[in-house]
């Protein structure tokens, strides 16, 4: 399902990333991070796909949300664990979404 994003200009963070292949907890926290995350004022969805390489991308509404996003406790202990034991390397890039369309 694709997010439900608002009228444009709005947010992409664009998180890539190459995972160990042991779970070790990543799947519960997953999970965690999309529940705290949903409740976040300017929050506007999330996309994900996994094979090799996984990608998600959630969309704010301005760059003021990412940061309180990118500060919360719980998301920054999860980050923490992420360089410590889940991820072999990962990129993040932040884009202004101009413009959008669906069919």
């Not at 907890?25 to 999330?46: H, N, P, Q, S």
């Not at 003021?64 to 990129?91: R, T």
């Amino acid at each position: 399902m694709f997010a439900n994003t608002q009228k444009t200009p709005y947010y992409a963070v664009i998180f890539t990333s190459l995972k160990i292949e042991e779970d070790k907890g990543y799947e519960k926290t997953a999970i965690r991070m999309l529940e705290l995350a949903k409740k976040e004022e300017g929050f506007l969805g999330i996309e994900s796909a996994r094979e090799e390489i996984g990608i998600t991308v959630s969309y704010w509404k301005d760059l003021e949300s990412i940061a309180k996003w990118k500060a919360n406790i719980e998301h920054i202990q999860a980050q923490q664990k992420g360089q410590e034991i889940w991820y072999k390397n990962y990129k993040v890039r932040i884009a202004k979404v101009e413009r959008d369309y669906e069919l």
